[in-house]
């Protein structure tokens, strides 16, 4: 029936305001920009501002008139929203009026669009601070940002979720864990999990037990003098590109020994290739050859990668623990390390510093035993007691901090 009543107006020419129900919107609209035309509305305040003062010899005159003169001011509001031309960061007495043009934005064709009501799911834009221009504007004194809880997570970045994907965990065993239901819950391969812990499909678990779990399917190597990105990527039949791309290697050149890289969707080529690249020999070190990086307590035990926690305040000096020169410097992030650096020593050991606020030397640099190298923060993943501390890993030995209790000093 409406179909048929609209072809007909076109035929026959216009309906009447009263018949058409767009041109009656229209009509609307254009008494709203009467009733807000700008002169009328100075007029108005101006006789608000006049009754005020005649009003305040009787306070209860005095008050009403406040309150009827803040009501037209919030009723006119809303309307301010529909017009494109307001800054609504900056509401300006200035002359200028021409955002009170009709805007075709209120007759929209889109029978879903309200200029008066906010959605429930629409986030809502906090009322920003006001500051005082010169004796004619208000200017917002808080950025005009609307933010949703989606939008947040952009604006206030979280760092121990950065790059989460790329993080090598260690899994604590519960009840009822078994291999397979471990590789389901991690959404890997079960060989990964053999692979990376050195365990055998036959192999039983145990609550409390700790078990290394690669971001992905595939195989962990530790870099050795020699290698080379390609010579691995045939050795584990995978790609040397995804190599460089998941581990956040500049090029193939960018490796150094000691480093841990993850081989996306690698395979374990045999069991001999399996103890040297993805378990190194741990060799114990004599008790002198390290001294404690830092003055401090140990504030964690051995944990991935045979690494031992030293808390002190965050600004304390951090010493090379033993002569060797500076191989690979990271700032930022880095898989939760923050800011460290790792030192190659002439044993072919590799120790790493990690969540340094401030490092002191470069790549390259000979150090000696007791060198100052950086000073100890809380960058990259660190939580609880923890938080100032310098994470302690040694590569291709044993740790010779492992055997001290929790809260022993140095």
């Not at 140990?298 to 944990?303: A, C, E, P, T, V």
């Not at 020169?325 to 930022?332: D, N």
């Amino acid at each position: 029936m409406t179909e048929i009543r609209v072809f007909k107006t076109i035929e026959e020419g216009p309906m009447s305001p009263d018949e058409d129900p767009i041109r009656g919107l229209i009509s609307n609209g254009a008494k709203i920009r009467k009733y807000l035309h700008p002169v009328k509305l100075l007029l108005r305040l101006f006789n608000g501002i006049k009754k005020i003062k005649e009003s305040q010899k009787d306070p209860f005159s005095f008050m009403g008139v406040i309150s009827v003169t803040l009501l037209i001011i919030f009723a006119i509001l809303p309307f301010l929203n529909i017009f494109p031309g307001i800054n609504r960061n900056s509401l300006c007495l200035s002359g200028e009026f021409s955002f009170l043009a009709a805007s075709p934005e209120i007759f929209s064709e889109n029978p879903s669009q309200n200029h008066f009501l906010k959605s429930t799911n629409e986030p809502l834009a906090g009322s920003p601070s006001l500051l005082l221009v010169g004796k004619s504007s208000l200017r917002a004194a808080t950025p005009p940002v609307t933010a949703s809880p989606q939008v947040l997570g952009a604006i206030v970045t979280v760092p121990e979720f950065e790059n989460e994907e790329k993080v090598i965990i260690e899994y604590i065993v519960e009840s009822g864990d078994t291999l397979s239901s471990v590789a389901v819950q991690f959404d890997i391969s079960l060989e990964t999990i053999l692979w990376a812990n050195n365990l055998s499909r036959k192999s039983a678990l145990k609550i409390g037990q700790k078990l290394v779990i690669p971001p992905i399917s595939g195989v962990i190597h530790h870099v050795k003098s020699g290698d080379t990105v390609s010579e691995i990527a045939r050795t584990y039949k995978g790609g040397a590109d995804e190599i460089v791309a998941f581990n956040d290697l500049s090029d193939e050149n960018d490796i150094y020994i000691g480093d841990i890289l993850i081989i996306p969707n690698g395979v374990m080529p045999s069991s001999s290739a399996k103890s040297a690249a993805t378990h190194p020999p741990q060799t114990p070190l004599g008790s002198a050859y390290f001294i404690a990086p830092t003055k401090g307590k140990i504030s964690q035990g051995l944990h991935w990668y045979n690494a031992i926690d030293f808390s002190n305040p965050c600004g304390a000096l951090v010493f090379a623990a033993a002569q060797g020169t500076v191989q690979r410097i990271g700032y930022g992030w880095n898989d939760g390390y923050g800011n460290y650096l790792t030192i190659l020593h002439p044993n072919g050991v590799v120790t790493l510093y990690a969540h340094l606020s401030e490092i002191s030397v470069s790549s390259g640099t000979d150090v000696s035993q007791g060198t100052i190298i950086g000073r100890i923060g809380n960058t990259g993943y660190t939580v609880g007691a923890t938080g100032c501390h310098v994470h302690f890993e040694v590569r291709g030995a044993q740790n010779p901090f492992a055997g001290y209790r929790l809260g022993a000093q140095f």
